[in-house]
Each structure stands twice: as structure tokens, then as C-alpha cells.
């Protein structure tokens, strides 16, 4: 298993917002949704990818997408605007789920945890032991308080000195762990 | 300088089109686009994009999207949808153009070609040289005529086994360069 964690700062708790931008930068959680659990013509059954939204009017609320249960999607924004619209109303879809929760209290239910910052240690000599959850910020980063906290769980690992965006990331740890199971 | 070629066979070729994804998969154009041009808070101005666009229409269209020029682009699909339906009904905007062309022709202006395949030399191995040319077919691949064409002139290059969508590709490739200019 795999799990991604993103830390949606701004990410919109119900279902009235006109587009995923104007929805706290919904977008980014679908890009990060498409990079976790696409590959081509295919689901990634062995992701978990979690988005814990800030944003007003519920805050905080963990979006949970398990690739073991999901169905009926396609890959594009318009879709995830409709699936994302209906699960913030309170409605389902398969595979995906809604509960009240805190990064804090979900990063206390995990173990192997790691912090995607470029100042980490490398991702090609840490140790990702087996089942390994990885949290990312948003456009604007962890906040300072929560990172704190996630750092008596986890550890700082990276992929480079260059800052990409939190889609790209998910992307690229999932192809690094691709080529070691390979 | 790197470039990414999309062979998008059945993207709409005016902007007559309800959305992204029902314009002949345009939403993998977009898709492509982010991966190919964005890092956090930062556009790659050493990468150009192209897409040739297959579908009615008026085909082969060229897109081109120039990082060093492209100004005024935020990274969520709905901002791509207006900015490749002000293009595609002959409006400007800055950093992108289009021009009718095929990819036969675009290919024998290139040097240092490379087709992305499953099946080719891996490009831990491989010489890019500099200023390297991807070439990617989209969710359906490369017509077999136009793949033969293109590798009179260019190489296959292999990211591994598994075959990931277009945009996810193009995120690992600019990843794997940026490790080497690192």
C-alpha cells in the first residue's frame, strides 16, 4: 500500500463553489487525486490518497479516495468536479469518503510517515520501510504548527532541491516506487 | 531547451467544443500542458509544448505553448479551457500560438528525437544530447504510420515497464533532466 496525504488549506467543506479553483483551490486536490491513483487506462488499487480540507464552512474534513473501491471515474477535472460536488453534499460515490477529521488526529492512526520538504533526506537512501504514507502541503505549504506535530510521527524526506507542485510530487514518488518494486 | 510533443489524435480543431474532455480529450492536452510548464509558483521557461490536433474540424493544427513567452496561465483545467477556446477561434494570447501542420512535418524540423515507449532503450541509459525532443502519443498512442515516421528520424526511450498516462510521462521526464542539471 501507498497513501498520500495533502494538506488543503483553503479546500472548500461543502458542495457551493463554482468551479474546483474558486472552491479554495479545489483544483489542486483533483490534480493530486490524478497523479495518485491514474495510470494509463488503469487505477492504482494499491493507493489511498487523503485530502484533509480547510477551507470554510465545516473545516477540517478528510476526503478519503481508496483505489482498492473506486469506480465510475475518468481522469479529467470536469469529472472530479461533479464526484467532488456530490461527496461535499453529502451524497456517494464508490470508493470515495467524507468524515470529520484533523491532519493531527489522521497522521496519529498512521505509522511510516514521511514529509515531503526538499530539505529532507534523500528519497533514494531514507527508508521507506513497507506501506509508507507520504503528507504534502498545498500551493502554500504545511503550516509550521501542524508540521510540527507530524514531525514527532515522521520524517522529512525529498526528491530534489526543486519546489513542484504537490500533483508532480505524488507523481514522482509514485514512479520512484514503481521502479523499486520493478 | 526540452520539448514535448502530444500526438492528441482526436483533439477538436475549433472551439466549438461544451468542455475539455468532450473536445476529443482535450483535457489530456491540458493535462500535458501542466506537467510539461509548471513547477511551484514557477513556469519552466526552458520547456515548449506542442500538441497536434487530430480531430474536426480542421486537422492537423499544431498548438504550441512556449514557456519562455507564456504569460497570464493559472494551472487549473478551467483556466486551459478558456485560454485553448480563445486560441482555437483565432484570438491571441501570449506564449501560445497554432498553426496548420502535421506531425510528419514538425518532426523533420527536430533534431534529437525521442519516442516515448514502453519498449525502448531506458533513459538512464540512453544519450538525450542536448535540447532533447519527446515525442508521446495520447490515451490511444501513436498511429503505427506516424510512429514509423518519426523514428526514421528519432529514437525509442523507455521510462520502464508500466505505462503511465501522457501528462504523468512528461512529469517524470522533466523530472529525470532536472536531477541531471542538479
Given at each position: 500500500m501507498r497513501e498520500f496525504i495533502l494538506y488543503?488549506?483553503?479546500?472548500?467543506?461543502?458542495?457551493?463553489?463554482?468551479?474546483l479553483r474558486e472552491g479554495g483551490r479545489l483544483d489542486v486536490v483533483y490534480q493530486s487525486v490524478l497523479m495518485s491513483l491514474f495510470r494509463s487506462h488503469a487505477i492504482r488499487r494499491n493507493v489511498t490518497f487523503h485530502a484533509l480540507l480547510g477551507g470554510p464552512?465545516?473545516?477540517p474534513l478528510e476526503l478519503i479516495v481508496e483505489g482498492e473501491k473506486?469506480?465510475?471515474?475518468?481522469?479529467?477535472e470536469k469529472t472530479w468536479e461533479d464526484i467532488l460536488r456530490r461527496v461535499l453534499s453529502g451524497r456517494e460515490h464508490p470508493g470515495i469518503t467524507l468524515r470529520k477529521n484533523s491532519l493531527q488526529h489522521l497522521v496519529k492512526e498512521k505509522t511510516n510517515i514521511f514529509v515531503l520538504e526538499e530539505s529532507g533526506e534523500s528519497i533514494n537512501t531514507i527508508d521507506l520501510g513497507s506501506d509508507p504514507v507520504f503528507v504534502l502541503g498545498d500551493q502554500v505549504g504545511l503550516p509550521k504548527k501542524d508540521e510540527d506535530f507530524v514531525l514527532r510521527y515522521g520524517k522529512k524526506v525529498s526528491i530534489g532541491e526543486k519546489a513542484y507542485l504537490a500533483s508532480a510530487c505524488i507523481c514522482i514518488i509514485n514512479y520512484i516506487l514503481d521502479r523499486r518494486e520493478g
Open positions: 488543503s488549506r483553503t479546500g472548500r467543506t461543502d458542495s457551493r463553489f463554482p468551479n464552512p465545516n473545516p473506486l469506480r465510475d471515474v475518468r481522469t479529467d
